[in-house]
């Protein structure tokens, strides 16, 4: 009997197809922001470029992405943007951003992305504290963390730093990184991860570093960072823990259970055509579970787990003449289009 875990995403199904032209992946992932000094078209197309490659960033989880778009490109595949302070943001058609991806052969980081909750104690002008919420004097740590996490596209939150949090974190376990307290506070906030970082400055050189540890559901990892300022050490401690997260993903991806392949159905834009796909699928006997992990307006991505072989499986849906086969498609990931 074949399973079809679709209870997260019923309610979503009928706001997809409900609200015409709007993508239920349209957030902050295809969105960019970044400094702009001139509101002249030369100076705002170069931005939009840059805001482009910050999309490409988030998308792959990577700083360096492997195609690099025209100022042009950019240009013309931005939706909507506005001016604000001495930045702008845009927001880019997500359609045109996944094309352009997959043509250049350049792989995103698909699934979930695990939030991680992140305790940094600073010690600054003679004083230690956690940087939270409620932790003012703190605040501008905080915000460099977390502009540089969303540029990476990586999930965090910061403790409240309430009377609960008190009760069960004290800066020195944050301090010395102390696991077994810092651990269970993220069950409270959900996070699947826990970092906890040590900053100080060295008043010899002046040199910030940092001592990080990235607490995952099974094992640690530690680093060292140094910077000559605040931004810069931040901007490098979080370029290393972006790059831990992800690194993991791939690895849990690559060993993921064998005979499972991701399967892209495009040209699925109303709810008639999703139930129908769902049903010719669960047709098919070489699938054994299906599993969808994205939905937009217009396609929709399946994890699959086989019980024959992808051949077997691309026979079948070759003689069911309703999908036909993208020239994406690759032995790691099917993509195909609804007729």
């Known amino acids: 009997m074949k399973i079809v875990r679709l209870n997260y995403l019923l309610g979503l199904i009928l706001c997809v197809f409900t609200i015409i032209g709007q993508s239920a992946e349209r957030d902050y992932l295809y969105t960019g922001i970044v400094a702009i000094d001139s509101q002249e078209p030369s100076a705002r197309d170069a931005a939009m470029q840059q805001a482009l490659i910050q999309v490409f960033n988030k998308l792959t989880g990577s700083n360096k992405p492997t195609a690099v778009p025209t100022t042009a490109q950019a240009s013309q595949w931005a939706q909507q943007f506005r001016y604000q302070d001495h930045s702008i943001e845009v927001q880019f058609d997500q359609k045109s951003v996944d094309d352009f991806l997959k043509r250049n052969n350049v792989k995103v980081w698909t699934g979930e992305r695990p939030l991680t909750l992140v305790w940094m104690a600073v010690e600054e002008n003679g004083t230690q504290a956690i940087v939270g919420e409620y932790e003012l004097s703190m605040i501008h740590w905080q915000q460099l963390f977390i502009t540089d996490s969303k540029m990476r596209g990586i999930p965090v939150l910061f403790p409240l730093l309430d009377l609960t949090d008190q009760q069960q974190v004290a800066l020195n376990d944050v301090w010395y990184h102390v696991g077994s307290a810092l651990k269970p506070a993220a069950a409270r906030y959900r996070a699947e991860n826990t970092l906890s970082g040590r900053i100080f400055q060295n008043l010899q050189t002046l040199q910030w570093s940092a001592d990080w540890l990235l607490i995952l559901p099974n094992e640690q990892v530690g680093w060292q ?92 849906i070759a003689a069911g003449q309703l999908l036909q086969p993208s020239p994406s498609s690759n032995e790691h990931a099917l993509h195909y289009q609804y007729l």
């Open 225 to 316: 960072n140094e910077g000559a300022t605040p931004a810069e050490l931040i901007k490098a401690s979080v370029d290393r823990f972006a790059n831990e997260v992800v690194n993991r993903s791939e690895k849990n991806a690559s060993t993921a259970e064998a005979g499972s392949i991701e399967l892209t159905i495009d040209n699925v834009n109303n709810g008639q055509k999703y139930m129908h796909l769902l049903s010719y699928l669960q047709s098919l006997t070489v699938i054994d579970t299906m599993t969808p992990i994205k939905l937009t307006a217009t396609s929709v991505i399946m994890q699959l787990k086989l019980s024959g072989s992808v051949e077997q499986l691309q026979q079948q």
